[in-house]
């Protein structure tokens, strides 16, 4: 059986007040929650929440990180800083990432296996743009994400990964794909990582979607066979985080 998982994605949003705040909130209404619950807040939020969550059944995520472990790399941030605050997950590859400051798949492979030998889970998102899904090239894109992606991957390790399944088009559009689209690419992902690893590393590697998930359609996609929980954009710096957790 695979554990559900619903991450957070709080992207570029709260002060580290504001944060507080919400996560009490949510801290307090899913205690008895049996799914893993991610939050992955901006980096100036991570010791506040840290504190905030220690004995609780939340774990923290870091949106972002670079794979060198020190030096001169600017801005960026290194996993040995994101440990010592408590940060258990790390996203890789989010669309916005590769799109809008131009991450590629050599650079999301090469964070890959850095978090990997480093302990962490990695949430590991791909996804189609709106003219690849016209196109008929949603799957073959897919495919050569993960591909890419997953080079040289232990495949001892390999189930430790998180992917998300994040269609561009629905990401921040308020436009969720159908329940049965979205069960189809998360089994074909499942198929790809048969396909790179073996079955024992496919049937336990954990597939979240994510896109305009929404209290209202959380239950539906949650109950698909191969969709084993969510990663929620908008929704999760809501109350209606808490709802999406009980679905
Ligand atoms: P959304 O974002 O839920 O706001 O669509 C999902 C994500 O980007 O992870």
């Known amino acids: 059986m695979r554990k559900k998982i619903v991450a957070g994605n709080w992207k570029m949003n709260l002060t580290p007040m504001q944060s507080l705040e919400l996560v009490k909130r949510i801290k307090n209404a899913i205690n008895t929650s049996n799914s893993e619950v991610v939050i992955c807040p901006p980096f100036t939020s991570l010791q506040i929440i840290h ?22 790399f600017t801005g960026e941030v290194s996993l ?24 590629d798949d050599s650079l999301v492979n090469k964070k890959l296996l850095k978090a990997l030998s480093n302990g962490f889970t990695p949430i590991l998102c791909c996804g189609e743009t709106l003219e690849q899904r016209e196109n008929n090239e949603t799957l073959d894109h897919i495919k050569s994400q993960m591909q890419r992606d997953f080079k040289d991957v ?10 998300a399944y994040e269609p561009i088009w629905a990401i921040g559009t308020g ?24 079955k024992e590393t496919a049937d336990a590697i954990r597939i ?4 305009s998930v929404k209290s209202t359609n959380a239950s539906e996609i949650f ?16 109350e209606e985080f808490i709802d999406i957790v009980n679905a």
């Open 208 to 211: 979240l979607y994510g896109g």
């Open 154 to 163: 232990d495949m001892s390790l390999a189930k430790n990964v998180v992917i």
């Open 80 to 103: 040995e800083m994101l440990n010592e605050l408590g940060v258990k997950y790390v996203i890789i590859g989010h669309s916005e990432r590769r799109q809008i400051f131009r991450e």
């Open 175 to 198: 436009k969720t794909a159908t329940s049965e689209q979205a069960e189809e690419v998360c089994a074909y992902i499942r198929n790809v990582i048969r396909s790179i690893f073996n």
């Open 223 to 238: 109950a698909k066979e191969n969709i084993d929980g969510g990663l929620i954009g908008g929704a999760s710096i809501k």
């Open 51 to 72: 504190d905030e969550i220690k004995d609780s059944n939340i774990h923290l995520g870091a949106q972002n990180f670079y794979f060198e472990d020190k030096g001169a």
